[in-house]
């Protein structure tokens, strides 16, 4: 897959590959993605202090938010950031919106042809903060169409975000939007007590390039760090695609075993490799083992020699000698000879292994009209193609006489173990 990121802003679609901007109908048509990031229609984001302990506070968050009137059905809280405050204090910094849309992007994610991690945009801007902020708080905005993302923070402690609104972009709602977010920020830093000195300003193709002079004039306004980005056969200075590329792939959202999906296809030379090696290893146990068996071949061939010598002695009158002994050690020769050879052994073994497996132990004895078969091993693959693997192999080992006297199977996070313990004999 691409390291592309698919953008949902104002309404429309557009497909980040490299640094080049394509727009299309929705995120559903763009392949090879693996970020998905949205500024989610009909959502809250705010920074609200809640009277609960810290890991009640997306529920009261919720009750709050319906009993102030913002929604009328069931709501889906998106944390970005939360600090315990006293014993049963909190404060979050979080996205609100409702169930039904939240719930609908995880299963068009999940059915999904390629793998998506889903990352609001206000998520980027608290990630942004606590990367380049220090220990005096800044307000940090991001512009694009008719709206502003505003969020005023330090590292670590967030104090109020919103997101300012214009009916149009027509220069007098433009103005009177940039006077709206002037107030707010005078607001917060009165509510507060706080000073805010810096203010960053993040901008996207559809900003304009000139930033308005703020009401509060000892606040100092820079635009960050932009990068050319080509967009309709036009190049645009953008830099909120920055902010975006130093967002950590871990903090994403994603149903299921995506993030760990994703971290696989990260690794996926590496696995590679290993199993390269792994293969390396299976070649040579095979021309070891091949060693063993041929030292085996030749005590059979000894014993059988031995036997065929015994089956031409006269055997003398029964009455006149004691011949219980001989006849119990010819018995036992008949037995011993028709249990299976290690090469057997190892062949049926080796048929029913799986390829993630490795042998790490295997021990074989004979005894008395029965052979003992011990061995373990590590599968180093997911839990349930390693379990379908371990059935499949006591299924061909049953069905080719050999009986389970004890097993095992354990699983780790990253890799699983299993040991057995067989025998097979001759009735």
Excluded at 28 to 51: A, I, Y
Excluded at 102 to 127: C, Q
């Amino acid at each position: 897959m691409g390291k592309n990121y698919v953008i949902e802003l104002d309404g429309s679609t557009y497909c980040l590959s490299g640094r080049t901007l394509e727009i299309h109908n929705d995120f559903e048509s763009v392949t090879g993605c693996k970020f998905l990031v949205t500024d989610f229609d009909k959502s809250v984001t705010r920074v609200m202090h809640v009277d609960a302990d810290v890991k009640y506070a997306e529920a009261m968050v919720t009750r709050r938010l319906q009993e102030e009137g913002e929604f009328d059905e069931p709501v889906s809280i998106i944390t970005h950031w939360k600090k315990r405050k006293g014993k049963k204090n909190a404060r979050i910094f979080f996205t609100a919106l409702p169930s039904r849309i939240y719930f609908k992007y995880l299963e068009k994610i999940n059915e999904h042809n390629d793998l998506l991690l889903l990352i609001p945009v206000f998520s980027v801007l608290a990630n942004f903060i606590n990367q380049v902020a220090q220990k005096e708080p800044i307000a940090v905005i991001f512009r694009h169409g008719r709206f502003i993302d505003l969020v005023v923070a330090k590292k670590n402690q967030f104090y109020f975000a919103t997101r300012c609104v214009a009916f149009d972009t027509g220069k007098e709602q433009i103005a009177s939007l940039w006077q709206t977010l002037s107030r707010e920020i005078s607001s917060v830093v009165l509510e507060k007590s706080i000073r805010v000195e810096r203010l960053i300003c993040l901008n996207w193709i559809d900003s304009e390039k000139d930033i308005p002079v703020l009401d509060s004039r000892d606040i100092e306004i820079f635009m960050f760090n932009e990068e050319q980005i080509t967009h309709a056969r036009t190049i645009y200075s953008i830099s909120f695609t920055k902010a975006l590329k130093m967002f950590p792939p871990m903090e994403g959202l994603a149903p299921g075993n995506g993030k760990l999906f994703y971290f696989s296809d990260k690794l996926s030379p590496f696995m590679l490799a290993f199993f390269t090696i792994l293969v390396f290893i299976f070649l040579w146990g095979t021309f070891f083992f091949q060693s063993k068996t041929n030292d085996l071949v030749e005590s059979i061939s000894s014993i059988e020699t031995r036997l065929d010598s015994l089956n031409k002695i006269d055997l003398p009158d029964p009455g006149k000698v004691k011949y219980l002994d001989t006849l119990k050690f010819i018995d036992s020769i008949f037995y011993n000879k028709h249990l299976p050879s290690y090469k057997d052994i190892i062949n049926d073994i080796s048929m029913g292994i799986f390829p993630s497996a490795i042998i790490d132990k295997l021990q074989v004895d004979y005894l008395d009209r029965k052979v003992v078969i011990k061995l373990s091993g590590v599968v180093s693959t997911d839990f349930e193609k390693a379990y379908k693997g371990y059935q499949a192999l006591l299924s061909n080992l049953q069905k080719d006489g050999y009986a389970v006297e004890n097993k095992s199977f354990n699983t780790r996070i990253d890799s699983s173990r299993f040991e057995l313990a067989l025998s097979r004999s001759i009735k």
